[in-house]
C-alpha cells in the first residue's frame, strides 16, 4: 500500500513568487492536514481537509491556502513568499476528520523542504 | 483550548539504558494521545496511541507509554536505549471534547542515544 506522497520534496523560491506543493494521500483516506516545521518553532498547523472542504485552520495569514479534489488529492499554496516562510511542509492524511470519533493516527509524506531566497 | 508541553529540548542517554521523553497536555475532554518520531529529512512515524482502556501502552520498536490523568502526563519509555533510536520525538493531543478537533503537536524532544 503506497504512503503519503508529496511533490516536490526540494525546492527554491525567491521572494515575492508563489509555489504550489502537492500531496497524494494513502489510498482510501479522505482526511489531509498540512503542517509546517521550523526549527523555531516546531510544527504549526495550517489546515485540514476533508471531502473537499475546509474543516479547520491556524492561525496563519491569508498568504496560505490550501484545496482538496474529488479523489482526496491536496494541494497548498503560499503567495508572496517571505524569507519566513522556508520550512518543512508536511501533509498527513487520516481516514476520517477530527471529530471525536476519530481515534485514528495521522499518517505523514516525507515532506516538501521550501527555500525562500 | 488544547495544548501539550514537552520540557525537555533533548535528552541523552546511554545505550542500554533505560529511556524516558516528558509529555503533559491539556484538554477540556478526554485526549487521544500519540507519539510519533521523526529521523533528519523525514516525515513523522506513528509510534503509538493512548485512546481509552489499559493505562500502559506498547507501540512499535519496543517502545511504550504511560497515560497518567491525575498528571496529565503521557511519557515515552523504552526500558533499553538504542543507538539507532536517535532521533527527534514529538507528543499530540486531541481532544473529543467540543467536536472537530484538530491534532496538536508538542515542540519536540531530540533524543541522542550515546554508544
Known amino acids: 500500500k503506497a504512503g503519503v506522497t508529496q511533490t516536490p520534496r526540494y525546492l527554491i523560491k525567491t521572494r515575492g513568487q508563489q509555489v504550489t506543493l502537492s500531496c497524494s494521500p494513502i489510498s482510501g483516506h479522505r482526511s489531509v492536514s498540512w503542517y509546517q516545521q521550523t526549527p523555531g518553532q516546531g510544527l504549526q498547523f495550517l489546515f485540514e481537509y476533508f471531502s473537499e472542504t475546509q474543516r479547520n485552520k491556524g492561525n496563519f495569514p491569508g498568504r496560505f491556502s490550501g484545496r482538496q479534489f474529488s479523489n482526496s488529492r491536496s494541494e497548498m499554496n503560499v503567495s508572496t513568499l517571505e524569507l519566513g516562510d522556508s520550512a518543512l511542509y508536511l501533509c498527513a492524511s487520516s481516514r476520517r476528520p477530527g471529530t471525536g470519533e476519530n481515534t485514528g493516527e495521522l499518517f505523514f509524506g516525507e515532506g516538501s523542504r521550501l527555500t525562500v531566497l | 483550548a488544547q495544548s501539550v508541553a514537552q520540557p525537555e529540548d533533548q535528552v541523552n542517554v546511554a545505550e542500554g539504558n533505560p529511556l524516558t521523553v516528558k509529555c503533559t497536555y491539556s484538554?477540556?475532554?478526554?485526549?487521544?494521545l500519540f507519539w510519533y518520531v521523526q529521523y533528519p529529512n523525514r516525515g513523522l512515524q506513528f509510534l503509538l496511541k493512548?485512546?481509552?482502556?489499559?493505562?500502559l501502552v506498547k507501540g512499535s520498536y519496543g517502545f511504550e507509554a504511560e497515560f497518567n490523568k491525575s498528571q496529565t502526563s503521557f511519557h515515552l519509555k523504552k526500558p533499553s536505549a538504542l543507538v539507532s533510536d536517535s532521533a527527534l520525538y514529538f507528543c499530540?493531543?486531541?481532544?473529543?471534547?467540543?467536536?472537530?478537533?484538530?491534532?496538536?503537536f508538542g515542540t519536540g524532544t531530540k533524543l541522542q542515544v550515546i554508544p
Open positions: 499530540a493531543v486531541r481532544d473529543t471534547a467540543g467536536g472537530y478537533q484538530k491534532v496538536t
Open positions: 484538554v477540556s475532554g478526554n485526549p487521544y
Open positions: 493512548y485512546i481509552t482502556g489499559d493505562n
